[in-house]
């Protein structure tokens, strides 16, 4: 067990962290590189826009190459080898609003390259079994038997789960979009799920063709009680996916089940009831209740999964009332009492902000992927649209807030971390754009889920593109009834409206305290996590923010770290605001706009002469920039003269010393140094000297510490204050220091600085650190 002056240390000494290097082959010059290769291909194709197919591959060369996929996708693979999931974006096309009777069937033989086929849809039937690339890629025929490759993007979230396309299903493409594929062959390419439609074997649309017949058994119909067998014994396999299809082909093949047989159609609907519940389909989950509820009101099991389901959509008020409409019928169902008080709990949270921050750590802290259980909190704040339309609308305080109030403790809507052995990558070559890890894997899980789950899409689909598409305020449906998601706009709202969690797993893999040398290791493996919180995207940029923010597994804790009056607008940074002006605006140029902070504006008149000499006299010190507080604690204390040197000469390149953030790193390396050599008076010097600079306050005044430029690094140097005073018997200061320490951890740990105890602080914080 730790003691507090250890946690204190190793929170100290780690002045700086940061986010590990991805393999090597996903660097930015090679992503940059193959983006370059995907452009001329995707040039190649547009070549042939409009034109048939130059050479189409044959049906046997179609199914070789899907077998050699497969046979690629079951290979064990050397335990260092990451396989790449790729997506390239070559257009940006709408899905299809068009119903199925405005559009005339085509076959493979009429598509031509490049072409979106507005005006037709085509009934396809496969004849692979399916392969999951970042999509799910199939061989398909078409009612003549003509082969050709068909992926389908955005239909699932589970990666080892390829039920949605198994051999022998007939899918039909509203609107085919017909393409030079991913990985260089022909093919229709489906990226809008409401354009797929998965079709029975007696379906009219089916039956309208004759098609090629089937290989022997393969046609066979089955009967109910067969596919009910069959979903049963894949639920308990947990192939929930396959047993939902097979209850579904159940369903739909006999229309009048319900009446030659209730228990078995009532079995059907309870059992994809509970196969929707493990698939995220939860909207599916309640509407396959209702229809049971519709006949058998009083269904026990149908109103249970009816309130989980209601749970799991976070409707917690829905799912309290159909609890008790529950218990008002079974009044011992445990299952029924313990859900209620589940549903209480949560809605207790999301009016008061009551929770205990200690067991969501604890939990967070135990888990592979801490998704938590919990309901949002929306503090005193608002939504309102800014006095600066091109702002859009921001986060506003409704009262005067004191520093360190909860602000926000919100859910991620959709959150997603690196898969080992697994790399995603999107080459969008329309925008010249490529996004990597859990960046390149977060749309299609959104997509996905909104889709599944269209009462949620609405608020998803209102957060800001960055002026790539417009915001919708409803979503429309197609005549078939299905939710028309545009799958681009979704992914570059997420591109907009993401946050990142760097370097940080939503919860540690290793359940034990890795041993002395494995930590260095366990910081060094890539990693990273990123996710959308719908409420948090609405607060603006600023580099002067006035929030700060933590992550307890998917929930984001937002505090004020000063006091904002009544009306404010609230702030997070979207950039690390140590970085120069320039590498910041890069990143707001992006997302479309400039900021006008106070930092900005100074930083923007320093004149250009004054900004080179800083950079250059920067770059001087690039031998001390890049070694770890371990190296340089290491290193001779005679190099403390040489640090100061530098510190001199960076300084003096400021006209007017404000937000000297350059200085943070050279004072960091001095104070160690001094600290190493016993020399705690320069050393406290140094580290009040520091956050004076940066901060634009005095550490060490009486007052609350409120600094101009909000930086969590101030904890580490109130942390080491801390030491250096308790180690100079200096009282009074070290509990100055020992206040502000306590505030300001509060507010990064998300514990709530009044109320934590700084033990718990610390551990909260050394877990959103990685520190252990
Ligand atoms: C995450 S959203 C923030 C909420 C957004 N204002 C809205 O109306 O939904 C990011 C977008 O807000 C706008 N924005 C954020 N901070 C801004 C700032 N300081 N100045 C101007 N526009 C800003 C930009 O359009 C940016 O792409």
């Known amino acids: 067990m730790d003691t507090l002056p250890d946690l204190l240390k190793e929170a100290a000494l780690k002045l700086h962290h940061s986010k590990p290097p991805p393999p090597e082959d996903f660097t930015t010059d090679s992503l940059q590189t193959e983006l370059f290769k995907e452009q001329k291909y995707a040039k190649l194709a547009a070549?042939?826009?409009?034109?048939?197919?130059?050479?189409?591959?044959?049906r046997a060369d179609l199914i070789d190459n899907q077998q050699k996929d497969q046979a690629l996708d079951t290979k064990e693979l050397p335990s260092d080898y990451v396989k790449a999931f790729k997506t390239v974006i070559t257009s940006e096309y709408k899905p299809s609003s068009k119903g199925l009777d405005s559009l005339t069937p085509i076959t493979v033989n009429d598509l031509l390259v490049g072409i979106i086929h507005r005006n037709n849809y085509i009934v396809l039937r496969t004849i692979t079994d399916p392969v999951r690339k970042t999509g799910i890629k199939t061989i398909v025929e078409d009612h003549e038997g003509l082969a050709d490759t068909l992926t389908l993007f955005n239909v699932n979230y589970d990666l080892d789960d390829q039920a949605f396309l198994p051999i022998n299903s007939y899918v039909l493409i509203r609107a085919p979009y017909y393409t030079l594929g991913v990985y260089?062959?022909?093919g229709v390419r489906c990226d809008h799920p409401s354009d797929i439609i998965m079709l029975h074997h007696e379906h009219n649309l089916v039956k309208q063709f004759s098609w090629p017949a089937l290989p022997e058994n393969m046609d066979t119909v089955l009967t109910c009680e067969v596919l009910k067998d069959q979903g049963n014994t894949l639920f308990s396999e947990k192939k929930h996916q396959w047993a939902c299809t097979k209850y579904t082909t159940a369903l739909q093949q006999n229309e009048s089940l319900k009446e030659q047989n209730l228990d078995m159609w009532v079995a059907l609907h309870s059992n994809r009831a509970v196969c929707r519940l493990k698939i995220f389909q939860y909207e599916g989950a309640i509407s396959d209740c209702e229809e049971v509820l519709k006949c058998l009101p009083k269904n026990k099991k149908a109103m249970f999964l009816k309130a989980r389901a209601f749970y799991f959509l976070r409707r917690?008020?829905?799912?309290?009332?159909?609890?008790?409409?529950?218990?008002?019928?079974y009044p011992d169902l445990d299952e029924a009492n313990n859900l209620l008080d589940e549903c209480l709990d949560r809605l207790r949270e999301s009016s008061r902000g009551d929770y205990d921050f200690r067991s969501m750590e604890d939990k967070a802290r135990s888990e592979d992927v801490a998704r938590l259980?919990?309901?949002d909190y929306i503090g005193p704040v608002q939504i309102l649209q800014c006095r600066d339309p091109a702002k859009g609308r921001g986060l506003f305080a409704t009262r005067d807030i004191?520093?360190?109030e909860l602000l926000l403790c919100e859910k991620a809507f959709v959150v997603t971390t690196d898969t080992p052995k697994r790399y995603y990558l999107t080459f969008n070559t329309v925008r010249k754009e490529v996004f990597s890890g859990p960046r390149a894997q977060l749309p299609c899980q959104l997509i996905r889920f909104i889709y599944d789950n269209p009462s949620t899409a609405?608020?998803?689909?209102?957060?800001?593109?960055?002026?790539?598409?417009?915001r919708s305020s409803n979503i429309r449906y197609t005549p078939e009834g299905q939710p028309i998601i545009d799958a681009f706009t979704v992914s570059n709202i997420v591109g907009n409206n993401l946050l990142e969690l760097e370097g940080v797993p939503l919860g540690l893999e290793e359940k034990e305290e890795p041993k002395e040398k494995e930590k260095d290791d366990q910081r060094e493996t890539w990693g990273g996590a990123c996710g959308v919180w719908v409420m948090t995207s609405h607060m603006n940029h600023s580099c002067l923010e006035n929030v700060g923010r933590t992550f307890i597994g998917d929930f984001v804790i937002v505090r004020a770290t000063k006091g904002i009056k009544k009306g404010d607008e609230l702030f997070q940074s979207y950039a690390d605001v140590t970085k120069p002006l320039k590498d910041r605006q890069y990143i707001f140029k992006k997302m479309g706009f400039m900021c006008k902070c106070a930092m900005c504006r100074y930083q923007t008149y320093m004149s250009t002469k004054e900004n080179q000499e800083r950079e250059k006299a920067v770059k001087n010190f690039t031998k001390f920039q890049d070694a770890s507080t371990k190296k340089i604690a290491k290193m001779s204390p005679d190099l403390a003269p040489q640090v100061r040197k530098h510190i001199d000469i960076i300084f003096h390149?400021?006209?007017?010393?404000a937000f000297c953030t350059e200085l943070l790193r050279p004072y960091g390396v001095l104070s160690t140094l001094q600290f190493t050599s016993n020399h705690l008076k320069g050393c406290a010097n140094s580290l009040c000297r520091i956050v004076e600079l940066v901060a634009g306050c005095d550490p060490l005044a009486d007052e609350e510490f409120e600094p101009k430029l909000w930086l969590s690094e101030y904890v580490y140097y109130f942390l080491y204050l801390c030491i250096v005073f308790d180690l100079l018997e200096d009282k009074k200061n070290y509990e100055n220091c020992w206040k502000k320490a306590k505030m300001i951890l509060g507010i990064l740990s998300g514990v709530g600085y009044e109320s934590a105890r700084i033990e718990e602080?610390?551990?909260?914080?050394?877990?959103?650190m990685r520190l252990y």
């Open 373 to 375: 259980d919990h309901a």
């Open 458 to 470: 609405n608020s998803i689909m209102q957060l800001d593109s960055g002026g790539r598409g417009k």
């Open 761 to 768: 602080a610390i551990r909260c914080f050394r877990h959103s």
């Open 653 to 657: 390149t400021y006209s007017n010393p």
């Open 316 to 329: 917690f008020d829905k799912s309290a009332r159909a609890c008790e409409d529950l218990i008002a019928e």
């Open 47 to 58: 070549s042939q826009k409009g034109k048939k197919p130059r050479q189409r591959s044959t």
């Open 402 to 404: 004191r520093q360190g």
């Open 184 to 186: 260089g062959y022909y």
